[in-house]
């Protein structure tokens, strides 16, 4: 079993930037890939960055350059680092763990006004 705790989020006006972080605890060896995921009021929740056991990333078209994500494995922590925030950006922001099973946290809120 793998316990993910999202962290982070907030309020900032467009441009600012937030810092989101993803705890993870209990069989992390299982773990292959860490992502960060995001669903907005009424949407369906999409794919915003992923880094794999070896530090490969991929990003949403979206991110443009803006968000980055990294992994401090002696802290099982995965970050997203989000610059230049857009009211777009807004909605709850969920850490995903992919392994021998799928798991997830319970979603941070990310609000950008303008």
């Known amino acids: 079993q793998v316990q993910l705790v999202e962290s982070g989020g907030g309020s900032v006006q467009a441009g600012g930037s937030l810092r989101l972080s993803c705890a993870a605890s209990?069989?992390?060896?299982?773990?292959?890939?860490m992502g960060w995921y995001r669903q907005a009021p009424g949407k369906q929740r999409e794919m915003v960055a992923q880094i794999t056991s070896t530090g490969r990333t991929d990003y949403a078209l979206f991110v443009k350059g803006r968000f980055t994500i990294s992994r401090d494995n002696g802290k099982n922590t995965v970050y997203l680092q989000m610059n230049s925030l857009t009211p777009e950006d807004t909605g709850v922001y969920y850490c995903r763990g992919v392994g021998f099973y799928d798991y997830w946290g319970q979603g941070t809120q990310v609000t950008v006004s303008s």
């Open positions: 209990g069989s992390i060896f299982s773990i292959n890939i």
